[in-house]
């Protein structure tokens, strides 16, 4: 193949401008983008269905769903509550137990984190059965955020 079979001679546009050669790839760029488009219209297209089945609801079955929420979010505050109430009380049963065997705080602190990240990073670590199958679960679901909790250092 020589240099001429490889060049090609622009035709001159109508209006005196010269073309500019399409990329080679241009066209599967232009694929791709409508892929993405479309893509982008059918989520938006399920979003508005959605909105509209919402929308489509009573006033008061809204304000029903909404009132379920709310006491859900109170149980769950609640919940939260208690459960940081009796933390704090074990915390203190632990510090005085290990006062009356004379350790250290910051020797009953290490051994608890030390058993967190056990659990965290271990394999089927369960603190000797205290903790249920069911609470390993939710433990494994929010391991990341849990290791950030029992990061050292």
């Not at 232009?30 to 219209?41: D, H, N, P, T």
């Not at 399920?46 to 008061?60: H, I, N």
């Not at 510090?95 to 271990?122: F, H, I, K, P, T």
Request: hydrophobic letters at 50%; glycine letters at 4%.
């Amino acid at each position: 193949m020589s240099i001429a079979d490889a060049l090609t001679i622009a035709q001159m546009n109508p209006d005196g401008s010269v073309p500019v050669p399409e990329a080679p790839d241009a066209q599967a760029n232009a694929a791709a983008a409508a892929l993405e488009r479309e893509a982008q219209l059918e989520a938006l297209q399920t979003q508005m269905a959605d909105l509209q089945e919402v929308l489509s609801k009573p006033l008061s079955e809204i304000l029903a769903d909404h009132e379920r929420f709310k006491k859900a979010a109170a149980a769950w505050d609640a919940f939260g509550a208690m459960w940081m109430l009796s933390q704090r009380a074990m915390r203190r049963v632990a510090l005085d137990l290990a006062e009356q065997q004379g350790v250290s705080e910051a020797d009953v602190v290490a051994r608890a984190m030390a058993y967190g990240n056990e659990v965290l990073n271990g394999e089927d670590v369960d603190l000797c059965g205290s903790i249920a199958p069911a609470q390993m679960a939710h433990i494994a679901r929010h391991k990341l955020f849990l290791r950030n909790q029992f990061r050292q250092g």
